[in-house]
């Protein structure tokens, strides 16, 4: 639809609906109207706004990849009035999307590289599109290492994707579930992802860590991380904050002078330094 | 009924019932074959104290032309004093709208217990009267209408 | 320097207390809410005719809420409000203390809830002749102008909720208006939404309104909605003989009951 | 700059022959007891009598509710009615004071921060702004500290001076200006030369707001200074909403059964769940963050990221303030600390 107006958003069939973990639902989303498929894309990292009629928009990234074409996929966990209001629909039903929003994943400048992603609960999902953004150019990169950890055996989202990584021999897996959360069957690590993250003292050189995860997490993995000599420009993340419009007017998202929709959602640890605690 | 210009007009009314007297004298006046006017949609609650005023305000803003209320007589709440708190708090509210202009004969207020279900019948028939006579809620609607959109005035 | 003045620089100097919220000079000849903390700006503070602010609101501030050493500079609102605030536990007994006036502008010191609910039972309760009067002129009014009325001032609010923020008895942490499960009132500030905010404020203040009217007072488009809690301030004493602001005990109207209410609409 | 003379008589007449001509004007207006900014169908409606308008002229394009567009639900599909362009009238705004006029270079900045706000552009384009100088001033006052003055033309398209007989110096400032001052130029006649400065109120600048950039953001990790500052701060919305640069907004779905529409409507930093997540976690948790917020967004962010300030001076904030937390001190406490 041609349209001039920046707050219509597109709409979006949903094509597939899968429950993740208590609470938590993927949706994959298809374009209604054709010319908007095709006058769309984006690149990893990138956000929108999803929304239900009659309720209201929420913020959230696009979960897929942007080298999987045709749809795009979004991941979230009820909790506030939209996410409710959108695990209460099913496949067939119509929501709104505007976006892509938000700067993105530098995986050009990671060619030749390992990259190690860190990621825990549901922060899983933002990381999940460079996950397989990287997995299907995995010519450019070299060793590709995932840690992820989450509340329990149950929290830990898209099971069959982690099997799928799990069994490939070009990524090295590491699941771990927070002590008390795992199940008499359980065979991944029992810790918090700090603590792994310790353990494994990944190398340093020449690799790229990419984190994403609750604050607490984060803030126990970066001096880690430093430990184990990653430079602050080789550490990306990605925050979020309440978002109203997604580019750099409704006044809620600025981090400082940084807002994290137009010149965020990624971070390099550097920039993140360089930014007031404010998030 | 009686009235020339008000002929063609059935209110849309909103029943907030409790769950232990009127909702069940309601189902009385059902069982008893008594026939009572069709406008009513009943909302049950467990009790009168949990009938806020908001719900009354959310009724009119969706268009309801009138509304009952009705529970347990005084000193029969299934809850011992549910429904003094409401009686207190309707006292007043009613005196509000009154305040702020709003007819409050649009709101009927009864006491019906499980074994009045020719009273809960009586109720209904006379207050879908009432406001059949005081004609729809048109101030309230052309607020509704209002809410679409606002601009400099 | 006044006796308020030479008693606030006594009262910081002592070391027994560190702070005195009161009120200085602001713009434009207005009185303002000021936070007193080195005895040498005790001279800052002043009380006249022009402090009718109801500062009992920030007493239970987060800033200052834990801090003991707190003293208020109060006027007969604020008394009444800080009573009210006791009866609801919103505030505590030593927490602080009350520097209020007589007749001849003596200093009174209260230092307790009970001195504190003897005090403001010397005062005058209920509406001032002019509140009285705008009450009646609209009560005078036929249905439609009231209606009319309201209608035309509600239309006017832009939803800023200085009414309720200047509000001591509004203390919610989550206010009905920021519940968005549903929503029950809308955001946007149309005169329907308009008009249940401010029916629903007014509700949650039946029996707690101490008739300040600071709601009013803060209105940046001056809209007289300190008359729709005054409405249910005066039902509540013509119905129930309760005022609020008058007693530390728990009884404000809608909290309580009594078998023999009586009301003539319930069929 | 070009200068005309507009007798009052002819004043009268142009207003009257833009009403006349489906013009949508919006002028002061004294309305119960407020002087506001409202549509107005005859010239006698407008008054002259205020120093500012208690909201500012921003409702023009940015009104306090703006439709963005409608849906409807029917089962499971869904149909969006876009916004109807069409549907913004041509305006005159009249009788802005020139720091009102100044706020809508604030608001574009925003507005057309990369995307642009079609919406907002649309309103502003099809709206003729003619300013009307100060003539006074009070204690709230202080467009001269920040940049602007009392007869500043910068964002009028015509800027009227009234003189003391009653008429009107022209002065016209932009081509939409000059074209609506073709349009009647049988209205205008040459300009006598007088004296704009001396007709003017007199605004003491009693600081710099470059001084005020200059230092803020030395002030940010401050924590106890801005508590303090916020201290008497009791958190409603009303500076912001009042104020002719805030543009922070709310985006809401308002519904009747199944249709409905989506709405952008004013929203505050100083309110407490501004910036709250679903998780809890609130960003700005205390009021001293909050009018950190306010502030650094106005002297720090605003100038660094759109190269404007967010203040023009009007005062507006600090009179609608109830516990009158006047900005322009606390400008000039950040100066002295």
């Known amino acids: 639809m041609e349209t001039q107006n920046i707050y219509l958003p597109y709409l979006m069939q949903i094509d597939k609906v899968s429950e993740d973990a208590p609470f938590v639902k993927t949706f994959r989303l298809k374009f209604i109207n054709p010319e908007d498929e095709a006058n769309f894309s984006f690149q990893t990292g990138q956000f929108g706004e999803y929304s239900v009629a009659g309720v209201g928009e929420s913020t959230f990234c696009i979960a897929s990849s942007p080298t999987r074409k045709g749809y795009i996929e979004c991941t979230f966990r009820k909790a506030g009035r939209v996410t409710t209001a959108l695990s209460d629909l099913e496949e067939g039903n119509t929501i709104g999307f505007r976006g892509p929003y938000g700067n993105v994943f530098p995986i050009d400048e990671w060619k030749g590289k390992n990259l190690l992603f860190i990621a825990g609960g549901i922060a899983l999902p933002p990381m999940r599109s460079v996950i397989w953004n990287c997995l299907d150019l995995r010519e450019n990169f070299k060793d590709i290492t995932i840690l992820y950890g989450a509340k329990s055996v149950a929290d830990l989202v898209y099971k069959h994707e982690l099997r799928e990584w799990d069994e490939r021999p070009d990524v090295k897996l590491v699941t771990t579930v927070d002590p008390g959360g795992e199940t008499h069957d359980w065979t991944g690590e029992v810790g918090f992802v700090p603590t792994i993250l310790d353990k494994m003292a990944p190398k340093a050189e020449n690799t790229i860590a990419i984190v994403c995860g609750p604050p607490i997490m984060i803030k126990y993995t970066f001096p880690i991380l430093e430990k184990c000599g990653f430079a602050d420009e080789m550490v990306y993340t990605t925050l979020e904050n309440r978002m109203k419009c997604g580019f750099g007017k409704c006044g809620r998202c600025n981090v400082g002078k940084t807002y994290v929709c137009k010149d965020g959602p990624v971070f390099s640890l550097k920039q993140l330094k360089q930014m007031p605690d404010e998030y | ?153 | 320097m006044n006796n308020l003045q030479q008693k606030a620089q006594q009262l910081l100097e002592s070391g027994n207390y560190g702070l005195i919220v009161g009120y200085e000079k602001g713009t434009s000849g207005k009185a303002r809410p000021v936070f007193i903390r080195k005895a040498e700006h005790a001279s800052k503070l002043i009380f006249d005719e022009s402090c009718d602010q109801n500062i009992a609101v920030y007493l239970y501030r987060q800033e200052i809420k834990h801090d003991k050493k707190k003293v208020i500079v109060a006027n007969h609102h604020t008394l009444k409000s800080i009573v009210e605030l006791a009866a609801e536990n919103q505030v505590f007994d030593g927490d602080f203390m009350v520097l209020a006036f007589a007749e001849n502008g003596d200093i009174i010191e209260l230092n307790t809830f009970k001195e504190i609910e003897k005090h403001v039972a010397t005062l005058y309760h209920g509406l001032t002749e002019a509140e009285a009067a705008m009450m009646k002129k609209i009560e005078d009014m036929s249905l439609e102008d009231r209606w009319a009325f309201w209608e035309n001032e509600f239309s006017k609010c832009i939803k800023c909720y200085a009414c309720r923020a200047s509000c001591p008895m509004c203390y919610c942490p989550t206010c009905t208006v920021e519940i968005n499960q549903p929503q029950w009132i809308s955001v946007p500030s149309h005169t329907l939404g308009n008009l249940e905010w401010h029916v629903m404020r007014a509700m949650h203040l039946a029996g707690r309104c101490v008739t300040c009217g600071q709601c009013g007072k803060a209105c940046p488009l001056e809209l007289p909605i300190q008359l729709l809690t005054y409405k249910v301030a005066l039902d509540s004493k013509q119905f129930f003989d309760s005022v609020a602001g008058t007693s530390i005990c728990a009884d404000n109207a809608l909290a309580i009951y009594k078998p023999e209410d009586h009301e003539n609409f319930i069929r | 700059m070009e200068r005309k003379l507009l007798t009052k008589d002819s004043y009268r007449s142009l207003i009257t022959k833009l009403i006349g001509q489906n013009y949508q004007v919006v002028a002061p207006v004294k309305k119960d007891t407020m002087i506001d900014f409202l549509k107005i169908s005859s010239f006698d409606e407008i008054t002259e009598d205020y120093i500012v308008t208690v909201s500012s002229a921003k409702t023009v394009a940015f009104p306090r509710n703006e439709k963005l567009f409608d849906y409807e639900k029917q089962n499971k599909k869904l149909t969006q009615q876009d916004y109807d362009f069409d549907s913004i009238p041509q305006s005159v705004l009249i009788g802005v004071r020139p720091c009102d006029a100044f706020g809508f270079h604030s608001l574009s900045s925003i507005f057309c921060w990369d995307s642009i706000d079609k919406i907002y552009t649309t309103r502003l384009e099809r709206t003729t702004i003619i300013g009307l100088s100060c003539n006074k001033a009070d204690d709230y006052c202080f467009c001269t500290s920040a940049k602007g003055s009392p007869g500043s033309t910068a964002g009028s398209d015509i800027l009227l001076t009234k003189m003391t007989d009653g008429n009107y110096i022209v002065e016209i400032v932009t081509e939409k200006g000059a074209k609506l001052v073709a349009d009647f130029s049988d209205l205008f006649t040459a300009d006598g030369g007088a004296d704009k400065e001396s007709l003017l109120a007199k605004v003491a600048a009693n600081f710099s707001v470059d001084d005020v950039l200059a230092k803020i953001n030395s002030k940010f990790e401050d924590e106890a200074f801005w508590t303090e500052q916020a201290m008497r701060c009791i958190g409603c919305g009303a500076c912001a909403y009042v104020c002719p640069t805030c543009a922070c907004f709310d985006i809401q779905d308002e519904s009747h059964g199944g249709k409905g529409h989506r709405v952008r409507c004013w929203d505050s930093c100083g309110l407490s769940l501004f910036t709250l997540h679903t998780s809890g976690h609130n960003p700005r948790e205390n009021q001293g963050q909050r009018w950190r917020q306010r502030l650094m967004h106005k002297f720090s962010y605003m100038p660094d990221r759109l190269n404007t300030i967010g203040c023009v001076g009007c005062g507006r904030c600090s009179r609608a303030c109830p516990v009158d937390m006047n900005i322009a001190e606390h400008c000039m406490s950040i100066i002295e600390n």
């Open chain 2, 1 to 153: 009924m009686e009235t020339n210009n008000t002929n063609s007009f059935e209110p849309k009314v909103v029943a907030f019932v409790c769950n232990w007297c009127t909702y069940a004298g309601a189902d009385l006046t059902g069982t008893s074959r008594i026939k009572y006017a069709t406008n009513v949609k009943i909302i049950r609650f467990p009790c009168t104290g949990r009938i806020d005023f908001m719900l009354l305000m959310k009724a009119f803003a969706n268009g309801a032309d009138g509304i009952i209320i009705s529970g347990c007589h005084p000193n029969d709440c299934h809850y011992t004093s549910g429904n003094f708190h409401a009686r207190r708090r309707w006292m007043i509210f009613r005196n509000l709208l009154d305040f702020i202009g709003m007819d409050v004969n649009r709101i009927v207020f009864s006491w019906v217990s499980a074994a009045e279900g020719a009273k809960w019948a009586e109720v209904v028939n006379e207050s879908v009267d009432q406001f059949r006579q005081l004609g729809p809620a048109t101030a309230y609607q052309k607020l509704i209408k209002n809410s679409e959109f606002q601009e400099v005035e």
